[in-house]
């Protein structure tokens, strides 16, 4: 996977020290590579002598072209000094790419009463221009280097910048229309596209059957490795040798198409047609699709799927993500919720060492194919990306494992703080049933990146947007 580029501009300004500014030049690239992100940095060394943006030697155009050349996915302007502000801005308006603003806490002043960086003052007019320039911008506190404030505002920008640019290059395979009794998956697509440019890529039915007999019927690797998975990870005694060899092949011919169109997701009809037409259930498959961060979502939920990579980049892309209904309440808890699917939450998160690949329970002909059992609890975010009217927002919270019933499908029950408040926001939308979980806090990433992509509303329930940026200042450090 592509890592993502970050654009490292130090700024200085010519009236304070030049060599405090190179010195904070070094110890801040050293510290943010010190927190351990996979990302490649692009900084200005060789294009001027000190390797820092400032008025006098390099112009913003040069800059601009710079990270242009290197495909930066956004920029980081650390203050060094007061910085030099039009530069700054300037930049960030060429690039259009999410953009940090941030310094150094300044040291006392010297014994003769001079002062060597005023980086906070620089960082008031930085500000005020770039919001001349139009352009938005991630702020963090005004702390040392050393603060923890530093690091958790920087990495949940690197991760907010993440969802930006998987965001702005998504393209989700649709496999078959949608359901036609399920008018809640309505999306629109033109709409989509001339919205947030993002497109769809439509298949038939017909298609993945054709691929995938093709690939049953022959003797590749990938389709030998899906087997052989499956197998190992599933307790598969309910259903036939024949049987998960046809499940293996779709998950193969999924794969494919989905690499082949540059899809980052996948949104299926899972039911009735394909199991008509190819005597399974496409839930295993799209359960380890998924855990290889290919998300699928079923009943060709275009919206779910936009959810799952935007939810799967604000983890850069370190936890799976799971595709449920909002089912029921909890028989006894009354902010407790049932977060279940028919059988497509990833393997790597049931609870159980095998869990069973069985027959589709709710079906009279029992197609096989399901993945059942309950999955890990713990912390998790539970999100959805949602619209009509032209308008769109994205639905933000946070739950908790719980004990519950036992049921079928794959399923986890989950605690949240006030479960009358958020059904009320879910039934009167622009939400459905439908939500996607990780297991990770990927609500401050996923509110930051919201700025940065024209059109979309943060619709945050637990934590508050009030105390998502409250978090981001410190609280709680």
């Known amino acids: ?59 913003a155009d040069e800059i601009a072209e710079h990270f242009r050349r290197e495909n930066v ?9 007061f910085g030099t502000e039009d530069t700054v801005a300037r930049v960030g308006k060429a690039l259009g790419k999410p953009v940090l603003l941030w310094g150094p806490r300044d040291e006392s002043p010297l014994e003769d009463g001079m002062r060597l960086r005023d980086t906070q003052c620089g960082l008031f007019a930085s500000g005020k221009v770039l919001r001349r320039f139009n352009v938005p911008f991630t702020y963090v506190t005004n702390t040392r280097v050393d603060d923890p404030v530093f690091e958790r505002g920087f990495t949940n920008f690197i991760a907010a910048a993440n969802v930006v640019r998987k965001f702005r290059s998504l393209r989700i395979l649709q496999i078959g229309p949608r359901p036609s009794s399920f008018w809640t998956m309505m999306c629109n697509e033109g709409e989509l ?31 030998a490795e899906a087997i052989d998975y499956i197998k190992a990870k599933l307790d ?51 359960a380890i699709l998924t855990d290889e961060q290919i998300p699928v979502t079923c009943e060709t939920d275009i919206h779910g799927a936009i959810t799952s990579v935007m939810v799967q980049a604000a983890t850069m892309n370190q936890h799976p993500t799971f595709f449920a209904d909002l089912t029921v309440r909890h028989p006894e808890n009354a902010n407790g919720e049932l977060l279940f699917h028919c059988g497509n939450f990833p393997v790597s998160l049931s609870v159980e ?47 908790r494992g719980i004990q519950g019933p036992y049921t079928r499908g794959s399923y986890v029950w989950v605690e949240v703080n006030d479960w009358p408040l958020w059904e009320e926001k879910l039934v009167k939308g622009p939400y459905v049933h439908h939500s996607v979980g990780i297991h990770a806090n990927a609500i401050p990433a996923l509110y930051e990146a919201c700025q940065y992509i024209p059109g979309l509303k943060p619709d945050a329930v637990d934590p508050t947007e009030r105390e998502i940026q409250a978090w981001l200042r410190g609280a709680g450090l």
């Open 1 to 59: 996977m592509k890592k993502l580029k970050l654009g490292y501009a130090p700024t200085r300004r010519f009236v304070f020290s030049a060599e405090d500014a190179f010195r904070y030049k070094v110890l801040i690239k050293e510290k943010i590579e010190s927190f351990g992100m996979d990302i490649d940095i692009v900084d200005l060394e060789g294009l001027n002598s000190e390797g820092l943006l400032y008025d006098d030697h390099i112009n």
């Open 73 to 81: 996915d956004a920029v980081f302007f650390p203050h060094c000094n």
């Open 193 to 223: 596209l001339e919205r947030f440019g993002i497109e769809i890529h439509p298949i038939t039915l017909v298609d993945i059957q054709r691929a995938s007999q093709r690939i049953e019927k022959g003797s590749s690797s990938e389709l």
């Open 236 to 286: 598969w005694s309910e259903v036939t040798e024949a049987d998960v060899r046809r499940i293996a092949a779709l998950k193969v011919a999924m794969k494919q198409y989905a690499l082949q169109t540059g899809s980052t997701a996948i949104a299926i009809q899972c039911w009735s047609s394909l199991q008509d037409a190819m005597g399974i259930m496409p839930c295993l498959a799209n």
């Open 353 to 399: 060492n095998k869990p069973k690949l069985r027959k589709h329970f709710l079906f009279d002909d029992h197609s096989p194919g399901t993945h059942e059992g309950e999955i890990k609890g713990g912390g998790m975010t539970l999100a959805r990306f949602d619209g009509d009217h032209g308008e769109y927002q994205l639905f933000l919270g946070k739950a």
